[in-house]
């Protein structure tokens, strides 16, 4: 392999021993190339006379070869063409791992030892392997948008712009040696023989778990843990890391005909995450399933495992579930970040009056508060930001849920367990035997549930709970359809939300803009015509949706005495929805245009999220206009972007609704 290093040294090396010369001893650190010399994979790129610290020097200072060493091989360097760095860890004078973390302290950059494992093998042919050889560059990985590449010239400006163009991502270098670099990017461009063997190196110890799992804290932060493992480890680890930091709620890892598919949900909508090449996916599948402690031995049946990651710092719940289908097992994982919930009521997005309405309902020191809307809609969240304000010492807080989707502190969390008989109902009987002060319960699904949740509200608790309901005032009928009596009613409830979540504009690509005047009035808002709303252009930073992140929207309905009243005289729904307007309270649709109006979100957005809302007005336009064509028709479903059909068109919502500061 050597062949420069068998050659006598020749006398008189151009380099004086004296180490601090004008000459140097050596190239410079990065273009660790002989200046002279610039044979094969030479690459000495100029700039050696920059004053730069030379890597002779450093390694002479830091005692790592002595003088002499360093001579002889400068020698021999000449007339071999090698770089100095490169001879003296085949000579064995400086190992590997002490060259490049030398040379990465210096140059202020990571660095690392190229080995199988480090690289993920599908990333290779966003550059080619001729172009990998000429920049001396090999992508490891890629992280949502940044390909992270080990580069002999990490500092070549040059070289990362051209990769930059490659491939569409940000570039972020990493010191390695060349014949490190050059060795890999040939057994990669081999084909697929070397999946393969890094498939068979797989070996036990790479699919241990520790007691608690800890995704490292990612390549910003810790490098050499990111990049400790093998493949599908590393590849495991970077898709969790990244559905991670870009808030992703679950990650689908399923198979396909060409490989694995790894998938995201972020605000609602599933995305590309990354797909990994052929012949992998049972040892990706094995892995997650070692992460969620589940039987990997088992393949035909569905398991469900749950596992606590600390990943960016903070604290999350996995819950694992895999399914066989005909390619292959199917594996989802719903990330439960605790840090979410940290988000105090403040900061779900209520605007100022709903949340002193929904505030009056939580002091309350018995009666029930409701909160709506249909799945996913954050129901859980306000919830338990709701109890995040309520706990305390002096308070016995308990909640019965399905599933416990947060552990929080200070309040005793029981999970129901159907099949050995613990229902809502029950777990709840239970719970009034335990001294509570604050009930919640997870959902109220069926009678039983309802009138025990009532009852405790009648008899000096605050009992918190979701209803799977449209609107605020719709939880008063569907009570009653539950079998729940008026009166009875009437003296619990205190107050009721609604609420959607709406996808906020992406901070990137925001823009402002006016809604034609047919969208502004077929969405009843005749009155906002030439006012500027927001919406997002779509780039890279959004996946060109121009979406970041969602907001909530609350239609919080507080149950004052007329209201009350009107529930114990089973008021229609549209008519305490009036006395709810009445008394300053706005629908889901008005505080949505408020909130776009702000800027936050789009028009479209929010008439696609409360466009439910059409129905029942439509019913009640129906109900109110005397005359008017009685029975309403059904609308057809409305289209995201014209949601009402004209006839919502109704001269109260525009007059109804309040203007944005
Ligand atoms: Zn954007």
């Known amino acids: 392999?050597?062949?420069?290093?068998?050659?006598?040294?020749?006398?008189?090396?151009?380099?004086?021993?004296?180490?601090?010369?004008?000459?140097?001893?050596?190239?410079?650190l990065i273009a660790t190339a002989s200046p002279a010399a610039p044979g094969p994979g030479g690459g000495g790129s100029g700039g050696g006379d920059r004053g730069r610290l030379r890597l002779g020097d450093l390694l002479v200072d830091q005692g790592l070869i002595s003088k002499d060493q360093l001579d002889q091989t400068l020698g021999d360097q000449k007339s071999s063409g090698k770089l100095l760095g490169e001879l003296l860890v085949e000579r064995?004078?400086?190992?590997?791992?002490?060259?490049?973390?030398?040379?990465?302290?210096?140059?202020?950059?990571?660095?690392?030892?190229?080995?199988?494992?480090?690289?993920?093998?599908?990333?290779?042919?966003?550059?080619?392997?001729?172009?990998?050889?000429?920049?001396?560059?090999?992508?490891?990985?890629?992280?949502?948008q940044t390909l992270t590449v080990a580069m002999a010239e990490p500092?070549?400006?040059?070289?990362?712009?051209?990769?930059?163009?490659?491939?569409?991502?940000?570039?972020?270098?990493?010191?390695?040696?060349?014949?490190?670099?050059?060795?890999?990017?040939?057994?990669?461009?081999?084909?697929?023989?070397?999946?393969?063997?890094f498939l068979t190196s797989l070996g036990e110890r790479d699919v241990e778990v520790v007691e608690r799992e800890s995704v490292d804290e990612g390549p910003s932060t810790d490098l050499a843990a990111m990049v400790a493992g093998s493949p599908v480890v590393n590849l495991v680890n970077v898709a969790f890391l990244t559905a991670v930091k870009d808030k992703a709620s679950d990650i689908h890892i399923e198979p396909d005909k060409k490989g694995t598919r790894i998938r995201y949900r972020i605000d609602g909508v599933l995305r590309d995450l990354m797909k990994a090449p052929a012949g992998m996916h049972a040892a990706i599948v094995s892995r997650v399933k070692v992460i969620g402690k589940m039987d990997i031995a088992e393949k035909r049946l569905p398991q469900e495992g749950r596992v606590r990651i600390v990943a960016e710092g903070r604290d999350i719940d996995l819950r694992v579930s895999s399914m066989p289908t005909l390619l292959g097992e199917k594996v989802v994982v719903r990330i439960l970040d605790k840090s979410n919930l940290r988000v105090r009521l403040e900061h779900l997005g209520f605007r100022q009056g709903a949340m002193e309405a929904f505030r009056r309902t939580l002091e309350l020191s018995h009666g029930l508060a409701l909160v709506t809307g249909p799945t996913g809609s954050g129901k859980t969240t306000t919830l338990y930001s709701a109890l995040d304000l309520l706990r305390g010492p002096e308070v016995n807080l308990l909640t019965v849920e399905d599933p416990v989707e947060y552990q929080l502190e200070q309040v005793n969390q029981i999970q129901v367990n159907e099949p050995i008989g613990l229902t809502f109902a029950r777990a709840l009987r239970?719970?009034?035997?335990?001294?509570?002060?604050?009930?919640?319960?997870?959902?109220?699904?069926?009678?039983?549930?309802?009138?025990?949740?009532?009852?405790a509200a009648l008899t000096g608790h605050l009992v918190l709970a979701t209803l799977h309901t449209n609107d605020a005032p719709g939880a008063v009928s569907r009570l009653h359809d539950m079998g729940i009596e008026p009166y009875l009613l009437s003296g619990s409830l205190n107050g009721v939300v609604a609420q959607r979540l709406a996808r906020t504009i992406c901070p990137s690509c925001a823009t402002k803009y006016y809604p034609s005047e047919r969208v502004l009035e077929d969405g009843?808002?005749?009155?906002?015509?030439?006012?500027?709303?927001?919406?997002?252009?779509?780039?890279?930073?959004?996946?060109?949706?121009?979406?970041?992140?969602?907001?909530?929207?609350?239609e919080v309905m507080e149950v004052t005495p007329e209201l009350r009243?009107?529930?114990?005289?089973?008021?229609?729904?549209?008519?305490?929805?009036?006395?709810?307007?009445?008394?300053?309270?706005?629908?889901?649709?008005?505080?949505?245009?408020?909130?776009?109006?702000?800027?936050?979100?789009?028009?479209?957005?929010?008439?696609?999220?409360?466009?439910?809302?059409?129905?029942?007005?439509?019913?009640?336009?129906?109900?109110?206009?005397?005359?008017?064509?009685?029975?309403?028709?059904?609308?057809?479903?409305?289209?995201?972007?014209?949601?009402?059909a004209p006839s919502s068109k109704s001269p109260q919502t525009p007059t109804q609704t309040r203007e944005a500061a």
């Open 1 to 28: 392999m050597i062949d420069g290093g068998s050659q006598q040294p020749p006398p008189g090396t151009p380099q004086p021993a004296g180490s601090g010369n004008s000459g140097g001893n050596g190239p410079p």
């Open 92 to 144: 064995g004078l400086v190992p590997a791992l002490v060259l490049v973390q030398t040379v990465s302290r210096a140059i202020g950059l990571p660095g690392c030892v190229l080995r199988h494992g480090l690289i993920d093998p599908a990333l290779l042919p966003l550059i080619g392997k001729e172009e990998a050889e000429r920049l001396k560059a090999i992508p490891m990985f890629k992280l949502g």
């Open 155 to 197: 500092q070549s400006l040059p070289a990362i712009d051209t990769l930059h163009r490659l491939t569409g991502c940000e570039i972020r270098p990493i010191f390695a040696l060349q014949s490190n670099v050059l060795e890999y990017i040939k057994k990669y461009s081999g084909g697929g023989s070397d999946i393969d063997e």
């Open 430 to 455: 239970s719970i009034l035997r335990q001294d509570p002060d604050v009930i919640m319960v997870g959902e109220i699904r069926d009678h039983d549930t309802a009138r025990v949740a009532v009852q």
């Open 524 to 554: 009843g808002l005749a009155d906002k015509v030439g006012r500027p709303f927001r919406k997002g252009a779509g780039c890279r930073s959004c996946h060109d949706t121009g979406f970041k992140g969602r907001v909530g929207v609350y």
């Open 565 to 644: 009243r009107m529930i114990h005289l089973q008021k229609a729904t549209h008519e305490l929805r009036e006395q709810m307007k009445r008394h300053g309270g706005l629908t889901l649709r008005d505080e949505g245009v408020l909130i776009a109006l702000e800027g936050k979100t789009s028009l479209e957005e929010i008439l696609r999220v409360t466009q439910s809302d059409d129905v029942e007005e439509l019913i009640k336009q129906a109900s109110a206009a005397p005359g008017a064509g009685a029975v309403p028709v059904k609308p057809a479903p409305p289209v995201p972007h014209q949601p009402a």
